[in-house]
């Protein structure tokens, strides 16, 4: 009988069989929680003749869970050490190809060429912005996404301002819902901080109407450099604009680009663009 990666004590055994010991710096913690984990899969709503991309599989957590639902997983681990045990845990599952490789560097294109498919995953903290950004921003874009991350992440996601680069990008290409909230002892080990799964439903355009929208972006990246400074000076320095032309979008120049709603990123692109 094969080995069920969140229960506890099979995890350990499958590790241990492979010699395996966590590693900080990836941000490997493994979820030990059948219940959770099965929520978090249903989240997905996958199901026969869909396909799933699950980022970050390590031991098989998830995959398993993904796997009963009849969809294709192509589930993508980084660590040889974890892509032996991933493959030792899904070695029964068929819909299941395992794939060693940086997702960040991966050809999603070519393992997904019209888009759509499902993503899943449990994000490492450190990679959450680039990943999210990597999957959403380039076509074709898949459908759902079920991302297990720092909870105060899922609430900037689902909240009303886009307090980062990656939160515009979010805001921008997807509607997003905090699903639930998963605390540190579901985890092995613990991390410090709590977890919530947010749900992004991917938006059929853009929620913004910018004419280009690399530089829409970029725009916003610039200003993010400087997000503890008020947002007057910080245009000034960027575009030559005076600071009183925020005040003409309806944007206080005193502000400071974390407050900012996507709304309101919007209008200070085009009102500054023309």
Do not use: C
């Amino acid at each position: 009988m094969s080995l069920d990666p969140a229960a506890a004590a099979d995890l350990e055994q499958l590790l241990r069989r492979h010699g395996i010991h966590t590693k900080k710096r990836l941000g490997q913690n493994f979820l030990v929680d059948p219940e959770l984990r099965d929520r978090i899969a249903a989240s997905l709503g996958a199901g026969p003749g869909d396909t799933v991309l699950e980022v970050g599989a390590g031991a098989g957590t998830l995959t398993v869970a993904l796997a009963r639902s009849g969809a294709r997983v192509v589930a993508v681990e980084l660590d040889r050490r974890l892509v032996h045990a991933l493959r030792s845990a899904t070695r029964e599952l068929p819909n299941v190809e395992v794939v060693e490789a940086d997702v960040l560097k991966l050809d999603l294109l070519s393992l997904f060429p019209d888009g759509g498919e499902l993503v899943a995953g449990n994000i490492p903290y450190y990679l959450t912005g680039a990943l999210v950004r990597r999957l959403l921003e380039p076509e074709p874009r898949p459908r759902r996404l079920a991302l297990l991350v720092q909870r105060e992440v899922a609430e900037r996601w689902s909240g009303e301002q886009g307090g980062s680069l990656a939160t515009v990008a979010v805001q921008v290409f997807a509607e997003v819902r905090l699903e639930l909230v998963v605390p540190p002892e579901a985890f092995s080990p613990p991390p410090r901080v709590e977890s919530a799964l947010a749900v992004l439903d991917v938006r059929p355009r853009p929620a913004v109407d910018v004419p280009d929208l690399p530089a829409f972006f970029r725009f916003v990246e610039q200003v993010f450099q400087f997000r503890r400074k008020q947002l007057g000076p910080v245009i000034t320095r960027l575009t030559g604009r005076p600071a009183d032309s925020l005040a003409a979008l309806g944007i206080d120049p005193k502000r400071r680009a974390e407050t900012l709603t996507l709304g309101e990123w919007e209008k200070l692109y085009l009102g500054l663009a023309s």
